[in-house]
């Protein structure tokens, strides 16, 4: 009866460790399958975790090449901005230089021929003053010419020439005055009082004539004559010369007007250029705000990009013990284990790498 109970208690222990074995094998398998599948998720994590670290340095590749691109454009934006600055204060200088320039020059010269203008038009009016004075003496001239045509008639000639022979034994006359104060004289005897009052005039007019030096006599009056003609044509030539110069002024005037319009419209574009220059400093500024823009996107996703590295690297760091402990219990040799456990327990603790001491 011993013996029964005792065969009847090992067999129940038997069972009851083949069923214990059969549910370890099961969670061995179990186990084993988990490992598995957790060993792909870690080759998966592992790939994503090279290719994550691959897109880093290419990451950070790109960003050390744009931080080196935005150092150059920096640099350029620098030295575009000095030399815009220089251009922008040579322009200024250069504009407010050229505008007091055009301004003296335009007032200097309209003074200049203002003055030129001035000095000719006094000029055209003393010529032409000269020669209404030069006409009215020819006029006069020729008019006194007529009248001693009329007056030396034959009558008058004989009557002269009697007692030019009256008055020739007394002695000769020096002057015209002489002679035509005999031939009145005379004229007073015998003559009547029409040709009186002509000889008188005639005596007028010769006296005139001497105290104005122009003319000694009739043939003087001739000579006279030719010489007021020589002066009227010396005075219509200067005249003719004083319209030419007159005319060149006038022409190098219009040139000059020409250019201070040209001037003019010169200056009236200044402000065309200083809307170019502003227009370029806002463009300038654009650029400098669109870099700041992209230098902040450049380092937002560089931390990013390193926010993204380091959960990778703490998510790698935090999965690494749980697959060395799963190679370590995929590497024991059940049938060995056996040997050294003596109970199931023993063994599942070994399959999950756990040592308990005693």
């Known amino acids: 009866a011993a013996w029964t109970e005792l065969e009847t208690k090992l067999r129940s222990d038997l069972d009851e460790s083949l069923a214990t074995n059969e549910e370890l094998q099961k969670e061995r398998y179990h186990h084993k399958t988990q490992f598995t599948k957790i060993e792909r998720e870690m080759n998966g994590l592992r790939d994503r975790s090279t290719v994550a670290e691959t897109q880093a340095r290419e990451y950070q590749e790109e960003t050390n090449r744009l931080e080196q691109q935005s150092s150059q454009l920096e640099e350029e934006n620098e030295k575009l901005h000095s030399q815009q600055e220089y251009t922008g204060k040579m322009a200024m200088d250069q504009t407010n230089k050229l505008r007091n320039e055009l301004l003296k020059s335009n007032m200097d010269v309209e003074e200049r021929y203002k003055n030129e203008l001035t000095r000719l038009e ?18 006069e001239l020729v008019d006194r010419s007529e009248l001693l045509d009329v007056m030396v008639s034959p009558r008058v000639q004989s009557r002269v020439i009697a007692k030019d022979d009256a008055q020739r034994t007394l002695g000769a006359g020096t002057n015209q005055e002489s002679i035509l104060q005999s031939t009145l004289n005379g004229l007073t005897d015998f003559g009547d009082e029409e040709d009186e ?3 008188q005039e005639l005596q007028h007019d010769t006296h005139d004539s001497e105290r104005d030096g122009r003319v000694g006599s009739t043939g003087g009056s001739f000579a006279a004559l030719e010489q007021l003609s020589l002066a009227l044509k010396g005075a219509k030539q200067e005249l003719e010369a004083l319209r030419l110069h007159l005319s060149a002024t006038e022409h190098e005037r219009d040139v000059i007007q020409s250019e201070a319009n040209n001037l ?9 250029f200083e809307t170019k ?34 959960s990778l690297l703490e998510e790698k760091a935090a999965t690494t013990p749980i697959v060395e402990r799963i190679r370590k219990v995929e590497s024991i040799d059940y049938e060995d284990d056996e040997e050294y456990f003596s109970t ?6 070994a399959e999950f790498g756990l040592v308990y001491d005693e």
């Open 264 to 272: 003019r419209m010169s200056s009236d574009k200044l402000p065309l």
């Open 277 to 310: 220059i502003a227009e370029l400093n806002q463009e300038l500024l654009d650029k400098n705000l669109e870099m700041k823009g992209l230098h902040a996107d450049m380092v937002d996703m560089k931390e990013w990009y390193r926010h993204q590295l380091d």
């Open 197 to 199: 009052d002509q000889l």
């Open 122 to 139: 006094a000029e055209l009016q003393t010529e032409k003053q000269k020669r209404v004075d030069m006409e009215s003496h020819l006029d």
């Open 344 to 349: 199931p327990s023993d063994v599942a603790a």
